[in-house]
Nanobody, 123 residues
């Protein structure tokens, strides 16, 4: 599989919003479960949200009601809309597709990662 590319990160004030995008240039994301993970400095990588090939969505408790994952099949993009952002959401956000790998979340294994995009929530 080719590299996944994340974009859309940045600096935002608490309560603000960002939309992250995950794209793949040489394969179709629709055929995979695609997940967003995040890793804050000094912390373990944690699963944030996932959308499977059937469109079912999953969320970590910490982001339920604030984040929304979605697909745009025509553009081959998976989005993570993040609203009501909090300082504790600050992290590098990565997208991943299911396949051979050691990271397990919501019953899927993930081993193909993008380079990450920094999200900083600060006043």
């Amino acid at each position: 599989q080719s590299q996944l590319v994340e974009s859309g990160g940045g600096l935002v004030q608490p309560g603000g919003s960002l939309r992250l995008s995950c794209t793949a240039s040489e394969f179709t994301l629709d055929y995979y479960a695609v997940a967003w993970f995040r890793q804050a400095p000094g912390k373990e990588r944690e699963a944030v949200s996932c959308i499977n090939a059937d469109g079912r969505t999953y969320y970590a408790d910490s982001v339920k009601g604030r984040f929304t994952i979605s697909r745009d099949s025509a553009k081959n993009v998976v989005y993570l809309q993040m609203n009501s952002l909090k300082p504790e959401d600050t992290a590098v956000y990565y997208c991943a597709v299911d396949g051979p790998g050691s990271t397990i979340a919501w019953g899927y294994s993930f081993g193909s990662w993008g380079q990450g995009t920094q999200v900083t929530v600060s006043s």
